[in-house]
């Protein structure tokens, strides 16, 4: 994995300067994928969508915040063009489970697209206690009853007419042990790409198992 400059960015809330890791270039050794959909990618991370201010902790999506410069990585050698406010500014936080549903709360989603789109990385943060059971064994994290509460407001969102979004909708209802629902859509799918994960999906159907699973 190769990294690229860092960029700054302003905070659309509070207007203080934020800092991100750019990459220029990975790979997908070690990648890993979940029945939720989320595949891991250690030397390609993927890039957030949504951040956390470290100043505020107001959520923002990342593109719609003003570009304020670059700079390079090994910028704190040298003082040379680097103004102090970049120099001081903290890097982005990523959003937990919780941040996401108060962010809901809040109106970051600008209609049900990207309603849908919070409510999933909402759902990947909740499965993250199964996912990477040692790294998060004391994180706070919200209860099943927040958790099961998205997943319900998530399914209606998910177009049926995409395969993509018709095999997450069967996750999601296999995961609230909704199971035969489950089943019936699995049967629509037909997309070749798609046809291992929901058969792997459509086995944890039938032994009436609810938990995340990796493919």
């Not at 680097?82 to 989603?109: F, I, T």
């Amino acid at each position: 994995m190769k990294l690229g400059p860092d960029e700054v960015r302003e905070c659309p809330a509070c207007h203080v300067f934020v800092r991100r890791t750019t990459i220029v270039s990975g790979n997908t050794f070690g990648m890993r994928r979940f029945t939720d959909g989320w595949v891991e990618t250690p030397m390609l991370p993927r890039q957030p969508r949504i951040v956390k201010c470290p100043g505020c902790s107001m959520c923002f999506w990342l593109l719609r915040s003003r570009i304020v410069g670059h700079v390079d990585r090994d910028w704190c050698t040298s003082d040379a063009g680097v103004p102090p406010e970049w120099r001081a500014a903290e890097r982005v936080c990523l959003p937990d489970e919780q941040d996401y549903y108060r962010a809901l709360r809040n109106g970051l989603a600008n209609g049900l697209s990207e309603e849908r789109d919070v409510r999933i990385e909402a759902w990947w943060r909740s499965n993250d206690p199964a996912r990477y059971p040692d790294a998060h064994a004391d994180a706070p994290h919200a209860g099943p009853g927040e958790r099961e509460a998205n997943l319900r407001a998530l399914i209606p969102l998910l177009d049926e007419s995409e395969s993509q979004w018709l095999i997450m909708k069967a996750e999601a209802l296999r995961e609230l042990s909704r199971f035969d629902e489950a089943l019936a859509l699995l049967d629509r799918i037909d997309e070749p790409a798609l046809r291992a994960a929901a058969a792997r999906i459509r086995t944890l159907c039938v032994a009436r198992e609810a938990s995340l699973k990796e493919l």
